[in-house]
């Protein structure tokens, strides 16, 4: 992560934007990107309110995240009209 954040630091001087995906906007990288999607699914440094699951935190939100992309792949392909 580190590495990530250094390599940004650098990257800042060009007009790119910085796009992520999290499930914690405040993060180190949420607090640097100009874009972000938030995934409203709980992990186990960010749990949501009221929310139980019998289901592993971090297999939850991996699974929210495949959800996501499939929707993304679908979309696109959708657009794309294949």
């Known amino acids: 992560m580190q590495k990530l954040l250094d390599i940004w630091d650098f990257q800042t001087l060009s007009p790119i934007l910085l796009k992520i995906i999290t499930g914690n906007p405040e993060s180190r990288m949420g607090k640097l990107a100009d ?27 991996e699974q929210c995240l ?13 657009k794309q009209d294949f």
């Open 35 to 61: 874009i972000i999607v938030e995934i409203k699914a709980p992990s186990k440094t960010k749990p949501l309110k009221g929310f139980k699951s019998i289901q592993p935190m971090t297999t939850l939100n």
């Open 66 to 78: 495949g959800i996501f992309f499939d929707a993304v792949v679908l979309h696109t392909n959708i």
